[in-house]
């Protein structure tokens, strides 16, 4: 009786897998077109037909849960039933899901059309944060504008989704309990299979807090000298306009001011990629040669008929940040980003290629299956090629660097390059979901959104505002992710887990050997390693068919997160900045905010 149960429970999410993947593909399109034209009719439709994926999804739903796969004795059918029985949103009644997706939508719209005007010219306000703002904090050093800026963007892409933030919330919640957890929280925390994800993530940023507290004081220090003591206090935390990113999220921009020693060659690679004629499409051929120097997969012919690499210069209103999208069909793969030829899009290229290269690896796996090993895996991939790119040896592979000296000042100056994207970003990735965690569980309430976020911002990233905030503020809505309902905690695994797998994939390229000096972590380059490229091949191709520990110890033979590759790339930086912070008597660390936000 069971043996019948269980091969009919076979056969049928084989079926079900069919109709998954014609109701994901439709939803997917949907979504692109509202996403690429932000149209009141793209808008309607992309509703309609969420609405009628929904409620297709629970009728299969309904019969998934008739099985008793509990019993089942294959370990693959059972994991695949347990992921179908998880219905997600669509288990919300029809008009909570209509509130949920209308208040998504309109944080989406709201980000995506926000424009302010220009601190020089007060008539020109058609500047979006992409490519206008992300530029003005590339560029200025007028403490003035940076703050103007600053405050006009949080002004006009924060504060006006406060109550659809209010009300995404509680639909959410209502959907979490429908699907058995408590909250939001634990639901997004289910995506990483542990009972303990939370203690794992605090223990992971307790063993990087020193080296970010180091480089922190550093900034700091160098900060102070160009702004003023008046600006920039010795021992408080650092004003958020100051940073080169609208988010303080990353602080590559203010590298050029702040290097280690100045004058040593420059790896300027904006510069030299304008220089060489660089295009958008350029750059993408590029990332893709070194994934295919690995023998991965190319990008199909359909990646770039469809997508669409640069901002539509037609008017239309679309969402910018950099995204990377599968259609489920097996054949349709895109991403949609309105690239810039800058250092930090060759980048970002190269990660959102990292994505499209995890969906063509796991094509051929059941649908329910076509997801990161947990979410922190897929923000990985394509760092983990970028962090092979940035090296100089690589660079000049590019011929984007000219020759220059392998001396220590060199790989101090590359190492703290590398830790203003890379260290620098730990603090951020981390609180921007215990913010979210806390307002999910309800110790963050709606009097206190803005509070709870400066607070967390002060004490973990030892960042403040740059003029008192208030609660008819709602900064978080000012970053993406929290305006589209994307999970964060995926970005502060990645940039963990990315250098362990950049370890074991330098090892089997054998560019990289504990201990030897000669070989350091940080100037491994794995272009052209089929080795590294298989292994990392076999890891993608699992998706999320295993638990993650599985996919971890395929690549590094450990079955557990932590940052120990983070410390190794960085210990000479480390002790570099300890002994000049000491050198130069800055204060580690950071005094409590004396500006206003709670
Ligand atoms: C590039 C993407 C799309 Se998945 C992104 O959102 N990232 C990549 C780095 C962190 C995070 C951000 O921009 O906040
Ligand atoms: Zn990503």
């Known amino acids: 009786e069971r043996a019948a149960e269980e091969s009919a429970g076979r056969d049928y999410v084989r079926t079900l897998d069919e109709q998954t993947s014609r109701l994901r593909n439709k939803k997917t399109i ?4 509202y996403e690429t034209n932000l149209t009141v009719h793209n808008e ?21 849960m008739s099985y008793l796969w509990h019993e089942f004795e294959d370990p693959d059918l059972k994991r695949m039933f347990k992921k179908y029985t998880e219905l997600g949103t669509s288990a919300l009644p029809e008009d909570l899901n209509q509130r949920l997706i209308v208040a998504i939508n309109s944080m989406q719209s709201t ?5 302010i005007c220009d601190y020089n010219n007060r008539t020109k306000c058609d500047l979006h944060v992409e490519p206008e703002i992300t530029n003005i904090f590339a560029t200025s050093s007028d403490a003035e504008e940076l703050k103007y800026t600053w405050l006009e963007w949080h002004k006009a892409a924060g504060a006006p989704s406060k109550s659809n933030f209010t009300e995404y919330v509680q639909m959410e919640n209502e959907a979490a309990k429908l699907n058995g957890y408590d909250t939001v929280a634990e639901w997004w925390l289910s995506e990483y299979e542990a009972t303990d994800s939370e203690d794992q993530f605090a223990a992971l940023w307790a063993q990087i807090k020193p080296l970010y507290e180091q480089i922190h004081a550093y900034v700091r220090g160098h900060l102070r000298v160009k702004y003023g003591e008046e600006v920039v206090p ?14 303080a999220q ?72 950099a995204s990377a999208w599968d259609f489920f069909d097996g054949e349709d793969f895109r991403i949609r980003q309105c690239t810039t030829i800058t250092d930090a899009f060759f980048k970002t290229t190269h990660h ?9 690896q796991y094509k051929d796996q059941p649908v329910i299956y076509r997801a990161g090993a947990n979410p922190g895996f897929h923000e990985a991939v394509g760092d983990v090629i970028a962090l092979s790119v940035a090296t100089p040896k690589h660079l000049r592979v590019m011929g984007l660097l000219e020759d220059g000296p392998e001396d220590l000042e060199s790989n101090i100056n590359q190492l ?22 806390g307002v999910f569980r309800g110790t963050t309430t709606v009097d206190d959104y803005n509070c709870h976020f400066w607070q967390l911002r002060e004490s973990l990233q030892g960042v403040e505002p740059p003029a008192p905030r208030s609660e008819a503020d709602f900064d978080p809505a000012a970053k993406y992710h929290i305006a589209a309902d994307v999970e964060y905690m995926r970005y502060y695994i990645s940039y963990i887990i990315q ?96 500006v206003q936000f709670c």
């Open 30 to 33: 949907a979504s692109w077109d």
């Open 44 to 64: 309607q439709k992309l509703l309609q037909v969420s609405l009628e994926v929904a409620s297709e999804t629970k009728e299969y739903w309904k019969e998934t």
């Open 111 to 115: 980000y995506a059309k926000a424009t």
């Open 234 to 247: 010795k021992k408080g935390p650092i004003p958020a306009h100051l940073l080169g990113n609208i988010w």
């Open 250 to 321: 990353t602080w590559g921009n203010v590298e050029k001011f702040t290097r280690p020693y100045p004058d040593k060659t420059d790896i300027d690679v904006t510069a030299a990629l304008i220089a060489q004629n660089y295009t958008a499409l350029k750059m993408f051929k590029t990332a893709e040669e070194f994934f295919t120097s690995l023998d991965l997969s190319p990008m199909p012919e359909l990646f770039w008929e469809r997508s669409i690499l640069e901002k539509p210069t037609d008017g239309r209103e679309m969402v910018c940040h």
């Open 352 to 360: 959102e290629m990292g994505h499209i290269q995890y969906y063509l």
């Open 416 to 437: 703290y390059k590398m830790g203003l994207d890379k260290i620098v970003f730990l603090p951020f990735g981390y609180l921007l979901d215990l913010f979210r965690y």
């Open 499 to 594: 250098f362990q797998f950049h370890r074991s994939l330098c090892q089997l390229a054998g560019e990289y050997a504990v201990g030897d000096s000669s070989r350091l972590l940080s100037n491994c380059d794995i272009y052209n390693s089929t080795a590294a490229g298989n292994a990392l091949g076999k890891m993608l191709q699992l998706g999320s068919s295993k638990p993650w520990p599985d996919a971890m110890e395929a690549i590094t033979g450990q079955r557990f997160m932590d940052a120990s590759g983070v410390l190794e790339y960085f210990q000479p930086l480390y002790d570099w900045l300890k002994a000049e912070n000491e050198r130069n008597g800055e204060f580690v660390g950071w005094e409590p905010s004396t």
